[in-house]
């Protein structure tokens, strides 16, 4: 026992608690009992290291108690069930505690990964496990960053376990083939966790987790188990490319600042050249995936010293490869964009009308916002505030009503 | 997805519903039952009913900011009696416990068939603006 306990400490349970529920749940091949086991063994290391100190092999350490706890847990469980012949043949089958360093396997970490992203869960089930399971969070903390009482997100998480445990998928790696499928929906969790921290930097929050900053770190666990995947690389890059521009985002009110409008100095260099980095890197690997053109646009966006200097012809390229390799009506309308400020926005207006019969945007906000916009660029001040009204009345975002809002009232008042 | 239900049944000037006990009980133990089954599922944020309507006042602000109170008229039509706010994946599910909790039993035990209105809550993170 010999370092004190401070700030550091937290950290080192965070990144340990998936490690260790990894190797638990490999051995005794029970997530469900894994999971309760290594936060009583987290619950141990708060209320004991920072009397005791931190133990020299800390992982070792949390490793031990939690598979003390589940040993006796499932004596316990055998124990009620009167069954006391089963005790020698299951204790058989729990591998013995020895070798701890040598049992580490990042593979582990990948298998859990995999687990709490799988498809037979819903997305808010699968983003809160994943939090708590390969992120290390409290379910305190997850509750508090979806705004959700305690309570419910503890049943959310204890719902997710059990549909796991309903579904019988076994604690092993999933065959290369599986892997490449499921892989779009880990990647798609990670990805709709960044997008919630949109929320946290608007409103009065303080104290909540940063979502995006758990995206971003979970995304390089990710890749750090994955380093030859391009999308794992392009989603690394496409989240850095993006919040680069965080504080640039909001105004002293929360207001929302559009991109033309940001002041870009204010953009965080050191994470763009490290998304650029990774996307060169990614792009390397010879498979362009979406995430991978979507960061490549934020980069083009990223590399521009002000807003006019913006390469929209690259956009409108990258945007047309989009459109190829995995179509959406969100990337038509983001097409139209590009196509507007490179051909003019009647062009952009013309392209839009192809989307009037998608009924999956009809009634969405962006089609009308983006409308408005082009048609206060072609200078049809009425349709403008028409359609920027329509846009605030279907978003449910409050920063992005006010603003749609006050796109209107500035144009109704010129 | 945060929703709010919002149950409207009584009118204004209305109080306690006159059901035969065992009606009045089977309405009570279904909304319990239903609270606790979303609660379950990890998608219940809150749930409130509100007092009867002859407890509500309306207030204004009057001269120098001084409140103004009144009863509520009772030629109100309609009168919030509690709501719930949920966090579900989609709108169909919120949908869903809506129909649920228009289907509460009534007298008789027949189901109620009231109307819920279902609204989104402010609640999606915003998107950066071109």
């Known amino acids: 026992m010999s370092k004190p306990w401070d700030e550091t400490c937290e950290h080192l349970l965070r990144e340990l608690a998936p490690q260790i529920l990894g190797v638990v749940a490999r051995r005794f091949r029970d997530f469900v009992s894994a999971e309760d086991a290594v936060q009583e063994a987290l619950l141990a290391a708060f209320t004991q290291w920072p009397q005791e100190g931190i133990p020299e092999n800390p992982r070792g350490w949390l490793i031990q108690v939690a598979s003390r706890r589940i040993t006796d847990q499932l004596r316990s469980t055998i124990a009620r069930r009167e069954r006391e012949e089963l005790v020698a043949r299951e204790a058989e089958t729990i591998a013995p505690l020895v070798g701890l360093e040598s049992d580490m396997d990042p593979d582990d970490t990948l298998i859990l990964l995999f687990m709490c992203c799988h498809p037979a869960l819903t997305s808010s089930s699968a983003i809160a496990l994943t939090l708590r399971a390969v992120g290390g969070l409290t379910t305190a903390e997850i509750a508090n960053a979806f705004l959700v009482p305690e309570a419910t997100m503890a049943q959310r998480i204890s719902r997710a376990k059990q549909n796991i445990k309903a579904s019988g998928v076994p604690f092993l790696m999933p065959s290369s083939e599986e892997r490449a499928q499921r892989l779009p929906t880990v990647l798609h969790v990670l990805y709709l966790i960044f997008n919630e921290g949109y929320t946290s930097s608007i409103g009065p929050h303080l104290q909540r987790l940063d979502l995006s900053r758990e995206a971003i770190r979970l995304t390089r666990a990710v890749r750090a188990l994955l380093p030859n995947d391009g999308e794992v690389l392009g989603l690394l890059a496409l989240m850095l490319l993006t919040d680069a521009r965080r504080s640039a985002r909001t105004g002293p009110h929360d207001e929302l600042i559009p991109l033309d409008q940001q002041d870009r100095t204010l953009w965080d260099q050191a994470e763009i050249s490290e998304g650029t980095r990774l996307l060169t890197a990614a792009l390397s690997k010879g498979s362009v995936g979406m995430y991978q053109l979507q960061a490549a646009v934020a980069a083009v966006h990223d590399e521009a010293a002000r807003a006019e200097d913006t390469d929209w012809p690259q956009i409108l390229a990258l945007y047309e490869l989009l459109m190829r390799i995995s179509p959406s009506p969100m990337v038509t309308l983001n097409h139209a964009i590009a196509a507007a400020m490179v051909h003019g926005p009647a062009k952009g207006l013309e392209l839009l009308k192809t989307l009037d019969s998608d009924n999956r945007l009809a009634e969405h906000y962006r089609l009308d916002a983006v409308r408005a916009h082009l048609f206060e660029k072609v200078g049809n001040s009425a349709s403008a505030i028409k359609h920027y009204r329509i846009a605030a009345a279907h978003t449910t975002s409050t920063p992005e009503r006010n603003y749609l809002m006050s796109q209107a009232a500035r144009l109704d008042q010129s | ?130």
Not at chain 2, 2 to 22: D, E, F, H, R
Not at chain 2, 38 to 64: C, I, N, T, Y
Not at chain 2, 66 to 90: M, N, Q, R
């Open chain 2, 1 to 130: 997805m945060k929703y709010i239900l919002m149950m409207n049944t009584m009118k204004a000037g209305c109080g306690v519903p006159s059901w035969p006990q065992k009606d009045l009980q089977a309405h009570i133990a279904f909304m319990l039952a239903l609270n606790k089954e979303l609660h379950a599922a990890g998608e219940l944020v809150s749930a409130e009913g509100l007092s009867f309507p002859d407890q509500a006042r309306q207030v204004r602000a009057g001269k120098e900011g001084k409140p103004i109170t009144d009863g509520v008229f009772p030629e109100s039509k309609e009168f919030l009696a509690g709501f719930w706010i949920i966090d579900v994946d989609s709108p169909e599910r919120a949908y869903a416990i809506a129909a649920k909790i228009s289907a509460a039993p009534g007298a008789g035990g027949a189901p109620l068939n009231m109307p819920i209105e279902v609204r989104p809550v402010m609640s999606a993170p915003p998107k950066e603006m071109l």
